[in-house]
């Protein structure tokens, strides 16, 4: 229904990558459980939308919730289904460096949504990073 409905009558940015993400995220839930050829294509699917995800929202502000969510589920998808630590700290830790760069400059309702995600990015970066050995990540 995303792929054939939703997705035909969006023109902005924002909304694309919403339901781009959100397809991605389905695709990553079910790579989270599945095995051999289910889990290949799973993993596929949600390496394509996020991707695709990531380039309709490239332009959309450091602080936007869409962008910070997408920053956080594709990293994830990374850490989890990919296995792939150092791709989910690289991007996890430029979505928190932007938002925190531009974090002054937005209205309170921005903020409240872009907080939320940045301690969950911080949360997850500090735990994929104590794997690592390396646990440096600056408080909001």
């Known amino acids: 229904m995303i792929k054939n409905d939703a997705m035909k009558s ?6 694309k990558a919403f339901f781009l993400k959100m397809v991605g995220d389905y695709y990553r839930y079910m790579a989270e459980s ?9 993993r596929d699917g949600a390496l394509e939308h996020y991707k695709q995800a990531d380039a309709a929202g490239k332009d959309l502000p450091a602080c936007n919730p869409i962008k910070l969510g997408l ?5 994830v998808f990374y850490y989890e289904v990919m296995q ?3 791709q989910a700290c690289q991007l996890a830790e430029t979505a928190l460096q932007e938002a925190m760069n531009k974090i002054d400059d937005v209205d309170e309702e921005t903020f409240r949504d872009a907080k939320s995600i940045i301690e969950l990015l911080k949360e997850n970066l500090t735990l994929w990073k104590e794997e690592e050995g390396d646990n440096n990540i600056e408080d909001l």
Do not use: I
């Open 10 to 15: 969006l023109a902005d940015a924002e909304g």
């Open 34 to 42: 599945a095995q051999n050829e289910l889990l290949a294509q799973a």
């Open 71 to 75: 920053a956080l589920n594709f990293s």
């Open 84 to 86: 792939d630590n150092k």
